[in-house]
Every structure is written in structure tokens, then in C-alpha cells.
């Protein structure tokens, strides 16, 4: 990146100070200029990039990128552009030569199923012998390497840099998950999507968008921004499907389970073992549970499919795709007859518990006994809380409310919100510390129960006062299992 090309870029409103001897790496963290580096601006939505400019001066940045007017008397060369949150995409992009372009990138949006869908594809073009990379909620596959990841969408810089590395390694595919955050923000301007998806919009990040038709119109900006060569695959039987579409340039493929669409689907049998759907004319089976890993499944075979792959070929792949981890995982040890069913699940909305808690209640055995674990995260939208309750109260036999990411709340207030949706709280058992509400209600479970732990998912931790302590569900549940298998002296559930 030459200093004309950088001008050039940023069409900017005015340019001063030096031509700088080198240009380093682009950078939107003052803490993290090294010298040489382009430091570029950004009015946060919990801090301004701007006060920090002197901090990234004093670090060695050679170049200041700036929305606001900024003079200094130092040796740096200071760009205005006109907005620096939309610029930061497609600089990242060339600053690191552009990878985007030379990968086959899909996208996946909706409130639940990003993660499952997002796997399934990336899972099915393993098997179908593509070289994938995968970015989303659980973890980050890049090449032959897996990390955890902090954001559903990490900012642009770390999106450019991460797919980078990607087609150094090789890869030919990106699957990502796209958070409507990311969209409103405009961490994925400067990416062309081939594919876009859009899962399900249901009742989740309110804290954040304030309302649902601010949420929806976040997610629409995906398929707005579609190229006409790309694809968008949408979910005909959500409400917000034909808003999602309604100005998308794209080819839309729509797919329902219920009435006549482009791919017409159908669920012939839903079990504990699995399922088996038909897609158009291709029958798949799965080892996934539930309507809603139906839908999931439809949509990753049609992605699929959108890429060139032929139905027999997909039909293959997926169906020797596990999916994600933490969605409806059974815990180790809980298949033995003298056991709790115990299932981990990421279910954090009023939609997914939905969804996970019907299919259990539905496939459970006559006489089986549905115990529903949960709570509710803090600092998020609280008009959730009761709506979860209700929710739960409708599908368990038992109830057991805890804490989830507590986060700077005071767990017990949030489980007060939670308890005021039940009508029959006195029935409902309350154990803030979730490791204790997990390790009772194994302890106590007849062998006929099905334990529906929900929340948390695939997370290894949880966070407390700005803090994250390791936390696992499922481990927590395995260990209680070992626990009660020396002593399976069990009362009711």
C-alpha cells in the first residue's frame, strides 16, 4: 500500500503532514499501533477511536485517519474522510490484497440456526472435498487450525487478516455467520457475498436494536447489498421473508415446509435418532433432532446445492454432517437405561427454547419426564425473561431457574424477572449457582427423565462482573452423571 493508493481510497476531505518513509498495518486500537502503522479512527458505540488519536501518535503511527478535524504539530500525515466506520471494510480488504475476492464466500443470517446451518455447510464441502474455512459463534476453522471465537462477526480488520490466512492455507470456501450487529455496524462492508441466507427472526437483541423492525431491517441489509450474480436462500415460511428480499438484487431461492415455494420440503419422520426430510425430490436423513434442525438442514442442502454440487452429492455430505456442537449435544453417560437423557443446548431466546423445548416434549417417551434447566443472561433485553418462562412452564413437567451469563447484573434480580412470567412459581425450583442447579436436578432424576440444560450451549465459560470463569455444561453435567452412577440413589425428577 503506497500513500497515493491510501488517498485514493479514502476519498478524503482534506489531507496534511508529511508523506510518511513507510506504511505499516491498519489498526483501530491505539494500544496496538506499532510504529509505522495506519491508524484509523472510529466513533465507537461505547468509546470515540477519535480521543484516542494522540495515544496512537505517541505509538508511532504514520498516518491518522479521521473522521473529525485533526491537526497536531507532530510528524504524521493526517487523512479526513467523510466516514471512517464504512471505509474501514474495504481498506482492511486492501491492505491485506484483497482475500475476499479470491474465496467463494456465503453468508448466513437469521436470530437462530446461524451456527447449525453455518456448520452443516461448512461440514458438507468438507465431504464433498472442498478445502473450507469456517467463521462463526463456536470457534474459528482456518485451514487445518481451530480457535475460539470472541464475536459471532469479528470487526473488519481481524475478518481481513483472518481471511488472509485462509487463502494461504488453501482454502476455497468461507462459511460465516453475520450478526446483525455486524450488519448495522458495517463490519462486512468491503465483502461480496455469493450466497446469502437468511434462517428465522424471532424476539432477541432488543438491548441493542430497540425494537423488531430495527432488528429485521439490520439483517436486510445482507440481501440489499447482494450483488445480481449472487444468491440469496431464504426460509419462505419466517414472517419476515418477504420483507428480507423485497429490495434484494440477487436471485432468491425460497424453500417451506408448509406451502408452495421454489423447493418444496417435507418432515417424514422426526425421532430421538433423528430425522428424515425430503427436499424437493432428495430424501435426506440426519442424526439432527426437531422441526427446526429441519429447516436447518434444507437450507444447508440448498447452499449446497447453489455452489454446483448435485443433489446425490449433497444428500452424501450432509448427511454425514454432525452439525454444531452444543446444539441438542447429548451428555456422555446419559444413553445408559439407568440415566437421565441429558441434552445441552444453546437455546438463549424465546424462539430457541421454543423450538428445542416442543421437539422434546414431542419426541419424549409416554411416561418420560421433561426437566428444563434455565436462565437468562444479564445486561441483555430483559422483556425476554418472563416470555422464557412461559415458555418453559409450557413444555417442562420441572422447572429449575439459574443463572446464566450474569454479567454485571445481580444474578438473583435477573432470576426475579424470570420467576414473574410463571403462573405457577411455587412450583418452579430456584438455584442461582449453576452448578448446583445442574448437580441437583442429575442427583435427583428418576432414570425416565430427559434434562433439557439450556442456555450455554457450546460456551466454556461463564461471565461474571467483567470476568469469564471456566464453565462448561456439559462437563459439569458428565461429572454429576459420575457422581450419581457411585451412588444411584435417585428421587423423583
Same mark, same amino acid.
Given at each position: 500500500?503506497?500513500?497515493?493508493?491510501?488517498?485514493?481510497?479514502?476519498?478524503?476531505?482534506?489531507?496534511?503532514?508529511?508523506?510518511?518513509?513507510?506504511?505499516?498495518?491498519?489498526?483501530?486500537?491505539?494500544?496496538?499501533?506499532?510504529?509505522?502503522?495506519?491508524?484509523?479512527?472510529?466513533?465507537?458505540?461505547?468509546?470515540?477511536?477519535?480521543?484516542?488519536?494522540?495515544?496512537?501518535?505517541?505509538?508511532?503511527?504514520?498516518?491518522?485517519?479521521?473522521?473529525?478535524?485533526?491537526?497536531?504539530?507532530?510528524?504524521?500525515?493526517?487523512?479526513?474522510?467523510?466516514?471512517?466506520?464504512?471505509?474501514?471494510?474495504?481498506?482492511?480488504?486492501? %491492505?491485506?490484497?484483497?482475500?475476499?475476492?479470491?474465496?467463494?464466500?456465503?453468508? *448466513?443470517?437469521?436470530?437462530?440456526?446461524?451456527?447449525?446451518?453455518?456448520?452443516?455447510?461448512?461440514?458438507?464441502?468438507?465431504?464433498?472435498?472442498?478445502?473450507?474455512?469456517?467463521?462463526?459463534?463456536?470457534?474459528?476453522?482456518?485451514?487445518?487450525?481451530?480457535?475460539?471465537?470472541?464475536?459471532?462477526?469479528?470487526?473488519?480488520?481481524?475478518?481481513?487478516?483472518? &481471511?488472509?490466512?485462509?487463502?494461504?492455507?488453501?482454502?476455497?470456501?468461507?462459511?460465516?455467520?453475520?450478526?446483525?450487529?455486524?450488519?448495522?455496524?458495517?463490519?462486512?462492508?468491503? *465483502?461480496?457475498?455469493? *450466497?446469502?441466507? %437468511?434462517?428465522?427472526?424471532?424476539?432477541?437483541?432488543?438491548?441493542?436494536?430497540?425494537?423488531?423492525?430495527?432488528?429485521?431491517?439490520?439483517?436486510?441489509?445482507?440481501?440489499?447489498?447482494?450483488?445480481?450474480?449472487?444468491?440469496?436462500?431464504?426460509?419462505?415460511?419466517?414472517?419476515?421473508?418477504?420483507?428480507?428480499?423485497?429490495?434484494?438484487?440477487?436471485?432468491?431461492?425460497?424453500?417451506?415446509?408448509?406451502?408452495?415455494?421454489?423447493?418444496?420440503?417435507?418432515?417424514?419422520?422426526?425421532?430421538?435418532?433423528?430425522?428424515?426430510?425430503?427436499?424437493?425430490?432428495?430424501?435426506?436423513?440426519?442424526?439432527?433432532?426437531? *422441526?427446526?434442525?429441519?429447516?436447518?438442514?434444507?437450507?444447508?442442502?440448498?447452499?449446497?446445492?447453489?455452489?454446483?454440487?448435485?443433489?446425490?452429492?449433497?444428500?452424501?455430505?450432509?448427511?454425514?454432517?454432525?452439525?454444531?456442537?452444543?446444539?441438542?449435544?447429548?451428555?456422555?453417560?446419559?444413553?445408559?437405561?439407568?440415566?437421565?437423557?441429558?441434552?445441552?443446548?444453546?437455546?438463549?431466546?424465546?424462539?430457541?427454547?421454543?423450538?428445542?423445548?416442543?421437539?422434546?416434549?414431542?419426541?419424549?417417551?409416554?411416561?418420560?419426564?421433561?426437566?428444563?434447566?434455565?436462565?437468562?443472561?444479564?445486561?441483555?433485553?430483559?422483556?425476554?425473561?418472563?416470555?422464557?418462562?412461559?415458555?418453559?412452564?409450557?413444555?417442562?413437567?420441572?422447572?429449575?431457574?439459574?443463572?446464566?451469563?450474569?454479567?454485571?447484573?445481580?444474578?438473583?434480580?435477573?432470576?426475579?424477572?424470570? &420467576?414473574?412470567?410463571?403462573?405457577?412459581?411455587?412450583?418452579?425450583?430456584?438455584?442461582?449457582?449453576?452448578?448446583?442447579?445442574?448437580?441437583?436436578?442429575?442427583?435427583?432424576?428418576?432414570?425416565?427423565?430427559?434434562?433439557?440444560?439450556?442456555?450455554?450451549?457450546?460456551?466454556?465459560?461463564?461471565?461474571?462482573?467483567?470476568?469469564?470463569?471456566?464453565?462448561?455444561?456439559?462437563?459439569?453435567?458428565?461429572?454429576?452423571?459420575?457422581?450419581?452412577?457411585?451412588?444411584?440413589?435417585?428421587?423423583?425428577?
Amino acid at each position: 500500500m503506497n500513500l497515493k493508493k491510501l488517498i485514493a481510497l479514502c476519498k478524503p476531505i482534506e489531507v496534511s503532514g508529511p508523506e510518511p518513509d513507510t506504511i505499516g498495518m491498519l489498526c483501530n486500537d491505539s494500544r496496538k499501533v506499532t510504529p509505522g502503522d495506519v491508524f484509523i479512527a472510529i466513533e465507537g458505540f461505547q468509546a470515540d477511536g477519535h480521543t484516542f488519536i494522540d495515544d496512537a501518535i505517541d505509538n508511532g503511527a504514520s498516518i491518522v485517519i479521521s473522521e473529525k478535524p485533526f491537526h497536531t504539530d507532530k510528524e504524521v500525515c493526517v487523512i479526513q474522510a467523510e466516514d471512517t466506520r464504512a471505509l474501514i471494510g474495504p481498506l482492511a480488504q486492501e %491492505f491485506y490484497d484483497n482475500p475476499a475476492q479470491r474465496l467463494t464466500i456465503v453468508g *448466513i443470517t437469521g436470530t437462530n440456526g446461524k451456527t447449525t446451518v453455518a456448520n452443516l455447510v461448512y461440514q458438507s464441502l468438507q465431504n464433498l472435498g472442498a478445502n473450507p474455512s469456517l467463521l462463526g459463534t463456536v470457534a474459528k476453522h482456518i485451514g487445518n487450525q481451530k480457535m475460539d471465537s470472541t464475536l459471532t462477526t469479528s470487526d473488519p480488520i481481524e475478518l481481513a487478516a483472518d &481471511m488472509a490466512q485462509m487463502v494461504e492455507a488453501g482454502s476455497t470456501h468461507l462459511v460465516m455467520e453475520v450478526s446483525s450487529h455486524a450488519l448495522d455496524q458495517l463490519r462486512v462492508r468491503g *465483502i461480496d457475498f455469493q *450466497i446469502a441466507a %437468511f434462517t428465522n427472526l424471532s424476539h432477541d437483541h432488543l438491548d441493542y436494536h430497540e425494537d423488531l423492525t430495527s432488528y429485521a431491517e439490520a439483517k436486510k441489509i445482507l440481501f440489499d447489498n447482494l450483488d445480481p450474480d449472487a444468491t440469496a436462500v431464504i426460509n419462505g415460511d419466517d414472517d419476515k421473508a418477504r420483507f428480507m428480499v423485497m429490495d434484494c438484487p440477487a436471485k432468491v431461492i425460497d424453500f417451506s415446509f408448509k406451502k408452495a415455494l421454489n423447493v418444496d420440503c417435507q418432515v417424514l419422520e422426526n425421532t430421538m435418532d433423528g430425522l428424515i426430510i425430503r427436499i424437493d425430490k432428495t430424501m435426506v436423513e440426519s442424526p439432527l433432532v426437531g *422441526i427446526f434442525n429441519a429447516y436447518n438442514l434444507a437450507q444447508a442442502f440448498i447452499i449446497c446445492t447453489v455452489m454446483g454440487y448435485s443433489n446425490q452429492e449433497v444428500k452424501e455430505a450432509l448427511e454425514n454432517a454432525p452439525g454444531a456442537a452444543g446444539r441438542l449435544e447429548r451428555v456422555a453417560g446419559s444413553e445408559a437405561e439407568y440415566n437421565p437423557v441429558i441434552l445441552v443446548d444453546y437455546a438463549h431466546t424465546p424462539d430457541a427454547l421454543e423450538n428445542v423445548a416442543s421437539t422434546l416434549a414431542a419426541v419424549k417417551a409416554e411416561q418420560q419426564q421433561l426437566h428444563i434447566v434455565f436462565g437468562c443472561g444479564g445486561n441483555r433485553d430483559k422483556t425476554k425473561r418472563p416470555t422464557m418462562a412461559q415458555i418453559a412452564e409450557q413444555y417442562g413437567d420441572n422447572i429449575t431457574v439459574t443463572s446464566d451469563n450474569p454479567r454485571d447484573e445481580d444474578p438473583d434480580a435477573i432470576i426475579d424477572d424470570i &420467576m414473574k412470567g410463571f403462573e405457577n412459581p411455587q412450583k418452579v425450583k430456584r438455584i442461582t449457582d449453576r452448578k448446583k442447579a445442574i448437580e441437583y436436578v442429575i442427583k435427583h432424576a428418576a432414570p425416565n427423565t430427559m434434562i433439557l440444560i439450556a442456555g450455554k450451549g457450546h460456551e466454556t465459560y461463564q461471565e461474571i462482573r467483567g470476568e469469564r470463569f471456566d464453565f462448561d455444561d456439559r462437563l459439569i453435567a458428565r461429572n454429576a452423571l459420575g457422581n450419581r452412577n457411585v451412588n444411584p440413589k435417585n428421587e423423583d425428577s
